[in-house]
Each structure stands twice: as structure tokens, then as C-alpha cells.
Nanobody, 115 residues
């Protein structure tokens, strides 16, 4: 059974940083790309970053140069480093796995950027 568990969210001031983690189990982590999405109140869920099995990374234009996605195969974990946070980054952040055409989501972790 696939499980994705996000952690690391919180309240941070503008310009601050956070590191989100997504611990995974129930599948062979090294064989699949992983993604991070976010959903702000009243808005649709949007793709933030993707990392392939080979380490290729792709980012939404709104976060390029500020966020970094990475993965640790030994720990079956994917990370999202959030730097230079802005109020517009406030959202629930979710990690995502597409496995055999099924999309799996974690419970999400709240990131709030406010002074």
C-alpha cells in the first residue's frame, strides 16, 4: 500500500525558508519520479516541482530560483527546499506519485508566510 507522509510546514516570515519532507513507502521509490503540488485557499491545486528518477528537475515559473526539489533514495524521501518565501506561497503542500496511472497523494503540510 502506497503511503506518502509530508512534514516540515509551518508559519514563516516573508523572506524565510522551510524544508518540506515526504516520506514514502509501499513502492520501489527509486523507479518513480515524484512531484510537489500546492493548493492555496480558493484556488486549484498547482504543480510546483517534479524530479525524475535520474534527477532531472522541473519547476513552476513562480518558484524557479527559490525552491529546490531533491530526493534521497536511501531514505525513500523527497524534499522541497523553500527559500525567499513570499505571502503568495501560502498553501497546503502535497507530494504526489503517479503509479500505474493511479495518482497518490499525502495528507499535505500547511505553509503560511506572514509577518
Amino acid at each position: 500500500q502506497v503511503q506518502l507522509v509530508e512534514s516540515g510546514g509551518g508559519l514563516v516570515q516573508p523572506g524565510g525558508s522551510l524544508r518540506l519532507s515526504c516520506a514514502t513507502s509501499g513502492f520501489t521509490f527509486s523507479r518513480y519520479g515524484m512531484s510537489w503540488y500546492r493548493q492555496a485557499p480558493g484556488k486549484e491545486r498547482e504543480l510546483v516541482a517534479t524530479i525524475s528518477t535520474g534527477g532531472y528537475r522541473k519547476y513552476a515559473d513562480s518558484v524557479k530560483g527559490r525552491f529546490t526539489i531533491s530526493r534521497d533514495v536511501a531514505k525513500n524521501t523527497v524534499y522541497l527546499q523553500l527559500n525567499s518565501l513570499q505571502p503568495g506561497d501560502t498553501a497546503v503542500y502535497y507530494c504526489n506519485l503517479v503509479l500505474r496511472e493511479d495518482s497518490h497523494w499525502g495528507q499535505g503540510t500547511q505553509v503560511t508566510v506572514s509577518s
